[in-house]
Structure formats: structure tokens, C-alpha cells
């Protein structure tokens, strides 16, 4: 039976878009409805699943070339990723970069229709994401990913981060494209930062009109399933992103002068204590620490047993240039400066054979909220920041996370869960989240009490480390330090830990490979990897069919 798809795109279904895409009679979905592959943490919360978890994934042709197209369902729990969904998108790039590695082009095309990390699987999300991006990175050094936002919802929180990754946007007349969501940054910062109400202001801030000027999306089109059409086809000659460096010229451009001041000679004065701070000059060599081109963030080299580490951290400074990034937030000209200093890293390694390990050292409260941010586009200087760290990764640096404060939302997407292996300190101010919970209980509609009692049954919605170390993201917890006011043995302590993950790592591979290999993982994320299983299984059975087909 032919499916008669409509000729707005944005009226389509998720499985109508995939079809739109392929060549007729091409499509073959993978893990779908009948696979019953439902999100096993929502039952638990009283909400009805669905049976492709708002995920499809499709392979097919189009114009007669091998093509992999998913689109997310924003009718479902408004597009949030959770377990499930995460793992089929990561698991489709992981499965194309494989392929493309052995030779067999593969075009890729993403149809965006999110609001982020589903909060009621929150951290599942977060670690999704974050292997989703870096399989990003590393496949497009073969192949372009498209990228597609229609209307409706659009595309917000860490995927509009994702979106920024890709190689070419397109995006319709009435969609939208921004970090935070309009009612978060009221709840966060208040109706005098944004009126969520204020829709004409909203569009005006993170529309596609805004974002074609600004030059954050490549194409702006009409919402017909024709005209996306012909803008893939063009996009699909787009070799490389040039989005990621671009947009930091603008932002440039139009604050040089702040910036200028921003970096003066009195920063050290300016900037406020903070536990990244405090942790990157304990563990840093004498006189190692200085500022980038901005003072929040802060780099320092830290030599243990004859092996040299660069350390890099966000710091505060309660006189910086956005009132919104005085706390130790992650903000605009943060991702820059530091995707910058890493970018500096991997030049000076160039043509040495032993790479310096590189230390994220990770205090985050939050990714900015604030109208500038988003007007000027904070998810794509998210973006520089987490290219740049997956970009390091593929140069043969070895990244370790050192979370000793706060590592929340997609502050911790931009700086830290791109690390190969993640070090905690097991203390109660150590906390990792999607969101503030009074947002958190805003935006799903619930109590602070009924969020906390949700914990005991899935882990991943909880904000302690303890519970995060559960899901086996991070390597080693802690114990025994002194955080805020460290000894000598507290930091020979700890980097040895440090030096001891260097052990067994080799660079350049999947972090999600070494995320689900432990005891923990094969518990706490055994959807994550039952989905792996299963979409390898019918990827490669897929691929014999095609072959069949083609002789």
C-alpha cells in the first residue's frame, strides 16, 4: 500500500518524514514499532510508552544512493530523548560510521523535532547525547550529516547542541532553533529576562529567519516536502562544517570591543573563587595557570611521574560580560575560548607522536540562560566546544573528566562528557542533572516531592554523584578528600588516580564502547545496550538484502 505523505513537511509524522526522504519503495525501518522496544523507566512514572520510544530509523535510497534518514516524534513526550530513543540514534550513527570507515558511502539526514533530554529519564538522555555527538564528529570525516528542522516544536536543549555539529541545517519558515526553551529561561531568570508568552519576540530571538541572518543554518526554505527535498540534495554535497568556526567570527565581530576589555590584565583580580578554580591550581605546575582569551576559562599544565597533562576549567568572574555567566555558568564566548585552547593543544601536538593528555576539570552549574545567549546562538558555541574535545579525541589525545563540583545540563555536555574516562569526588555538592529540579518540576508538570520519590525507581532522574556512578559513566568515585580546602596528599592523591586511567585507554575509540562495558552499565543500561544488539542485528541483515536486491 503507498502511504500518501502531505506536502507540508511539518504536518507529516516522524515515520511520513523518513518516507518523504527515500525513494519510493526503498525504506526499510529498523528496531520499529513491532520490535516493541519500549523506554522501561516510564511505567514506572505512571506515563504510557510508546513502542519505537518517538525514534525512527530508517535505510533506504535516495536518488538511488544508500541513505540512513531518522527523525524524531515531537508528538511524543514533546521529542525528548531518553534511553531507548538515545541509543537508536547513537546506535544508527555508531552503524554508519562503521560502514563508511569500510569504504561504503552512506548519505545521513537527521529530522530534529525535540525539546532535548527527556527529563523524566534525565540522565539517560544527558549520556546519550553525548555519544551521539561524538559518533557525529567522528562520522563526518567521511560522510556529511544533514540536518532538518521543521516546525512545530523545533529543536532545543542539548540536541540543538547536536544540530550545531552537523554539516548543513535546513530549517522552514516556522521553525525553531535555540538552546533553552522560552519557559525555562522565565523560570530560571525571570519574566524580565523573557516573556515565554511573548511568541513574536520568541521567533524573532530563535526563529529560522534569526538564524539564517546570524548564519546558523544554511538553508531556509518553504515547509514543502519539495523544497526540503531539493535542500538536501544540494546539502548533501557539503563536505565540511563550516558552522563550528564561522559563527564564533560573528559573535566575534559584534562583541570585539567587550572581549577586548573582557581579557585585560585584571582579570586575576576579577575572578571569584570557585571548585574548579580551586582544584585546576592545586593540580596544576607553579605559575602554569592562566587565563584564555577570557577569564572564565583557565588552563594549566600538571606534570605526574614525568608525564605532562594540560588541565582546563570554567571558572567564575562576577564582573563578566553577560549578567547571565557571573556563577560559574557555561556561556557564549565560554565554548569558544575554550574549543580555542584546545584547538591551540592539538596544533602544538601536531606532529608529535605522544599526545598530551588533556583534564577536564569540571565545576559547570548550567549552561547560560539568557536572551542574549540564545539570540547570538549559545547552542552552537556549545557545539565548538564539544567538537573541539571530540576532535582531540581523534587526534590521539587522551581526555580525562574530573568532576568536582557541579557537572549539570549541557554546561557538562560542553565540558566533560566527551572525556574517556570520568573521575568524581564522592561528596554531597557533587551533583549531575539535565536541569534545576524547580525546572525540572515546571516543565513536567510535578511536585518537588513527587520528583524526589521517581528517583528511588530510576536512578538517572537523581542529582546525587552516587547515582550517577550507578549508570556506569563515571570510572571511580573519590572518597577521603579534602574538596574545598585540598592537602598536599589530597592532590598527589588524585593525580595519581588520574594517571592511573591512562593505563588501559586507547585513544580515538567510541566513549560509548568503554561506557556500557562494566557491571554497572550492563544493569543500569542494559536498554542502551539491548538496542545496540538489535540494530546491529537488522542493520546487517538489511545490508544483505540490499546486496541481494542490487544483484
Not at 571558572?315 to 556563577?327: I, L, Q, S
Request: proline share 2%; aromatic share 4%; with cysteine.
Amino acid at each position: 500500500m503507498k502511504i500518501i505523505v502531505p506536502q507540508s513537511l511539518t504536518e507529516c509524522s516522524a515515520r511520513e518524514r523518513t518516507l518523504a526522504l527515500l525513494d519510493e519503495n526503498s525504506a526499510h525501518e529498523l528496531l520499529g514499532p513491532f520490535d516493541r522496544l519500549v523506554s522501561p523507566h516510564l511505567e514506572k512514572q505512571n506515563i504510557v510508552p510508546q513502542s519505537d520510544d518517538g525514534v525512527v530509523v530508517m535505510k533506504g535510497t535516495r536518488k538511488s544512493h544508500p541513505c540512513c534518514v531518522i527523525a524524531i516524534e515531537g508528538s511524543f513526550q514533546g521529542g525528548g530523548i531518553g534511553e531507548v530513543s538515545g541509543a537508536k540514534i547513537a546506535a544508527a550513527f555508531e552503524l554508519a560510521l562503521r560502514d563508511v570507515e569500510r569504504g561504503k558511502h552512506l548519505d545521513v539526514i537527521v529530522i530534529l523535532d525535540t525539546g532535548g533530554v527527556r527529563l523524566q529519564e534525565a540522565n539517560y538522555g544527558l549520556l546519550a547525547i553525548s555519544e551521539i555527538q561524538q559518533a557525529a564528529v567522528n562520522l563526518q570525516q567521511y560522510v556529511p550529516i544533514v540536518g532538518i528542522i521543521p516546525g512545530r516544536i523545533g529543536s532545543f536543549g542539548g540536541m540543538s547542541i547536536t544540530a550545531g555539529l552537523f554539516n548543513a541545517l535546513i530549517m522552514t519558515k516556522e521553525a525553531r532553533l535555540g538552546l533553552n526553551g522560552p519557559e525555562v529561561i522565565e523560570q530560571e531568570a525571570g519574566i524580565e529576562e523573557v516573556n515565554s508568552r511573548d511568541r513574536k519576540a520568541t521567533y524573532l530571538r530563535i526563529g529560522s529567519a534569526s538564524r539564517k541572518k546570524n548564519g546558523l543554518i544554511e538553508y531556509l526554505v518553504e515547509d514543502s516536502v519539495e523544497a526540503i527535498q531539493e535542500a538536501v540534495d544540494q546539502a548533501r554535497l557539503t563536505k565540511i562544517n563550516q558552522r563550528v568556526t564561522s559563527n564564533e567570527e560573528h559573535v566575534n565581530e559584534l562583541l570585539y570591543q567587550d572581549i577586548k576589555a573582557f581579557t585585560s590584565s585584571e582579570d586575576e583580580e576579577r575572578t571569584n573563587d570557585s571548585r574548579g578554580r580551586t582544584w585546576l591550581e592545586v593540580l596544576s605546575d607553579i605559575d602554569s595557570v592562566k587565563s584564555s582569551r577570557i577569564s572564565t576559562v583557565q588552563s594549566g599544565t600538571m606534570t605526574v611521574s614525568g608525564e605532562k597533562f594540560n588541565l582546563l576549567a570554567v571558572t567564575k568572574d562576577a564582573y563578566h560580560r553577560f549578567p547571565r555567566v557571573r556563577n560559574g555558568e557555561f556561556g557564549l564566548l565560554e565554548g569558544y575560548a575554550l574549543a580555542d585552547v584546545i584547538d591551540q593543544w592539538i596544533a602544538a601536538d601536531a606532529t608529535n607522536d605522544q599526545k598530551t593528555p588533556i583534564v577536564a576539570v569540571i565545576d559547570v552549574v548550567s549552561q547560560a540562560y539568557g536572551a542574549q545567549e540564545e539570540l547570538l546562538g549559545l547552542h552552537q558555541s556549545c557545539a565548538a566546544a564539544v567538537h573541539a574535545y571530540a576532535r582531540a579525541r581523534l587526534h590521539g589525545h587522551k581526555i580525562i573528566g574530573l568532576v568536582v563540583g557541579k557537572a549539570l545540563s549541557a554546561a557538562f555536555l560542553s565540558h566533560g562528557l566527551q572525556a574517556d574516562r570520568i573521575l568524581a569526588f564522592d561528596d554531597p555538592y557533587v551533583q549531575v542533572h539535565v536541569m534545576s529540579k524547580e525546572s525540572a518540576a515546571k516543565v513536567t508538570k510535578r511536585s518537588l516531592h513527587e520528583l524526589e520519590r521517581f528517583t528511588k525507581d530510576v536512578p538517572a532522574m537523581a542529582y546525587d554523584v552516587r547515582s550517577f556512578h550507578k549508570l556506569g559513566a563515571t570510572d571511580e568515585l573519590i572518597e577521603g578528600i579534602s574538596v574545598e580546602h585540598p592537602t598536599e596528599e589530597d592532590v598527589s592523591r588524585v593525580q595519581t588516580l588520574i594517571a592511573n586511567q591512562l593505563a588501559d585507554l586507547e585513544a580515538g575509540g567510541l566513549v560509548s564502547e568503554h561506557r556500557l562495558n562494566n557491571a554497572r552499565a550492563k544493569k543500569s543500561r542494559a536498554a542502551s545496550i539491548e538496542v545496540r544488539v538489535q540494530m546491529e542485528q537488522q542493520w546487517v541483515n538489511e545490508s544483505r538484502e540490499e546486496r541481494g536486491r542490487i544483484k
